[in-house]
C-alpha cells in the first residue's frame, strides 16, 4: 500500500531534550515536506525537500533540522524543543515537487506535546 | 506574497443540502495550482480536488466541484448532497511553480458540521 509513515504518532517530552520524528514513503517520491498544523494558523510548512541531499527552509523553520540522505526517509530533529513547539506535526510527499497538479500525500501525523 | 484567506471559521449545513466553503488566494506567479484537502476528527489530511491556474474548465470530482474564479482570486469548493461524513475540517492550498519555491501554503481552514 502507497503510504506516508510518521512516528510516532504521540510524544510527549521535556524542554530540551533532543527528539527525532521519522518519517518515511515508499512511493519513490522525489519531494517530501515537514508541517505543523495549529488551531487558526492552519499548515506552516517547516522544511521541505526536492530530492536527496537537497533540503530548504519552509516558512517557520527555526528550531528544527532536517536531512535527506535517502530518497524515501526524511526525519525531523528538535535538538532542544521549546513548548511553543507543541504542535500537530504532519510528513508529506509529492511525486514530482515541480509538477503543479501532484497533490500531498500525508503521514498520520505526530502529535507532540513538550512541557 | 503568496497567501490564502478561509473567511469561514466554522459552518453548518443540512444532511443532504449543498455547501459552499470560501478561498481566496493571492499570487503573483501566472501558473499555480489549488487544491482543498479534507481532515476528519481522525486527524489524517485527504485530499479531495485539483485546479490549475490554466484550466479553463472548473473541476469536479464526484460530489465536490471547484468554484474557480480567476479575475477574483478565488477557489471556493462546493459539496453537493452534503452528508454526515462530511463534517470535518477542509483546508484550501496553493502551490506555486518556480518563483514561489514550489511550496505549498494553506489556509487557516474551515471546520463544517453536517446536520442531520
Known amino acids: 500500500e502507497a503510504q506516508v509513515t510518521q512516528n510516532p504518532r504521540y510524544l510527549i517530552t521535556v524542554t530540551g531534550k533532543k527528539l527525532t520524528v521519522t518519517c518515511s514513503q515508499n512511493?519513490?517520491?522525489?519531494?517530501m515536506s515537514w508541517y505543523r498544523q495549529d488551531p487558526g494558523l492552519g499548515l506552516r510548512q517547516i522544511y521541505y525537500?526536492?530530492?536527496?541531499?537537497?533540503?530548504d527552509k519552509g516558512d517557520v523553520p527555526e528550531g528544527y533540522k532536517v536531512s535527506r540522505k535517502e530518497k524515501r526517509n526524511f526525519p525531523l530533529i528538535l535538538e532542544s524543543p521549546s513548548p511553543n513547539q507543541t504542535s500537530l506535526y504532519f510528513c508529506?510527499?509529492?511525486?514530482?515537487?515541480?509538477?503543479?497538479?501532484?497533490?500531498?500525500?500525508f503521514g498520520n501525523g505526530t502529535r507532540l506535546t513538550v512541557t | 506574497a503568496q497567501k490564502i484567506t478561509q473567511t469561514q471559521p466554522g459552518m453548518f449545513v443540512q444532511e443532504k443540502e449543498a455547501v459552499t466553503l470560501d478561498c481566496t488566494y493571492d499570487?503573483?506567479?501566472?501558473?499555480?495550482?489549488l487544491f482543498w484537502y479534507k481532515q476528519p476528527s481522525s486527524g489524517e489530511m485527504i485530499f479531495l480536488i485539483y485546479?490549475?491556474?490554466?484550466?479553463?474548465q472548473n473541476a469536479t470530482e464526484g460530489r465536490y466541484s471547484l468554484n474557480f474564479q480567476k479575475a477574483r482570486k478565488s477557489a471556493n469548493l462546493v459539496i453537493s448532497a452534503s452528508q454526515l461524513g462530511d463534517s470535518a475540517m477542509y483546508f484550501c492550498?496553493?502551490?506555486?511553480?518556480?518563483?514561489?519555491?514550489?511550496?505549498?501554503?494553506f489556509g487557516a481552514g474551515t471546520r463544517l458540521f453536517v446536520k442531520a
Open positions: 508529506a510527499s509529492r511525486e514530482d515537487g515541480r509538477l503543479y497538479n501532484s497533490p500531498l500525500h
Open positions: 512511493m519513490n517520491h522525489e519531494y
Open positions: 525537500s526536492m530530492n536527496v541531499e537537497a533540503t
Open positions: 499570487t503573483s506567479d501566472p501558473s499555480y495550482g
Open positions: 485546479q490549475g491556474s490554466y484550466d479553463q
Open positions: 492550498a496553493m502551490r506555486e511553480g518556480r518563483g514561489g519555491g514550489f511550496k505549498t501554503i
